[in-house]
């Protein structure tokens, strides 16, 4: 069983290959996703150790000057999902998008690493990627105020034991709230991340409006 859920993955992972990234899913989300890449080049590592680094080299051309590595990287054009780079109007080559992803992406590399079957190779790809690794995580030092570093800290603590709690708990509210029950759960946190998302837009166009008077 195990095997064959395997064997899956690595199919999807093929079918999803784009000539050096992988997309997330073939119409839905046609382009390089930042937090994606970083665990699908864990995945590739299993049986391609060389596709793996790949995967995060064409994550890494999508860095800006200032050492942010973005959301989305636009590698490909699309017509099939909104809102693209023309939305954004990031001027890069290639184009992406204007926000980012909390920084995973060196925890993968050093995973690769340390599993890799063949070391000197990884050490020589490790050691090209470093500098933009680095960039990025002096990016995240200055670009967020370290004056609340424990603000932060607590927060990500916070929605890591709420996430853990969750997980363990499934199977037992799965029993308790019925199929019934967790399909309503569900839509109601589909409509708590909803409400959060016009409220975060609503902000940003507030303060837009204001840079403008």
Known sequence: ?????????????????R????VPTDRLYP???????????????TFDEPRAFTEIAHLMRGQWDDGLVP?????APSDDYFPGPDVW???HDPPTSGITQPPILATAVRR????????????????????GLRAWHRWWEHARDPARLVQW?????????????????A???????????????????????TALAVQMLLNGMRAFVAQLH
Do not use: C, K
């Open 1 to 17: 069983m195990r095997v064959d859920l395997i064997e899956r993955a690595r199919v999807i992972l093929r079918a999803n290959d």
């Open 19 to 22: 000539g050096g990234y992988t």
């Open 31 to 45: 382009f390089q996703w930042n937090w994606d890449s970083s665990f699908v080049a864990m995945g590739w590592a």
């Open 71 to 75: 959301q989305i990287v636009f590698h």
């Open 89 to 91: 109007g990031v001027q």
């Open 112 to 131: 690769l690493l340390d599993g890799a079957r063949e070391r000197v190779a990884a050490e020589a790809r490790v050691a090209s990627l470093y500098p």
């Open 153 to 169: 800290i607590a927060a990500l603590s916070a929605a890591m034991a709420v996430t853990t709690l969750v997980l363990l708990g």
């Open 171 to 193: 199977p037992h509210l799965t029993r308790v709230l019925g199929e019934r029950g967790m399909v309503a759960a569900e839509r109601l946190m589909g409509l708590v991340l």
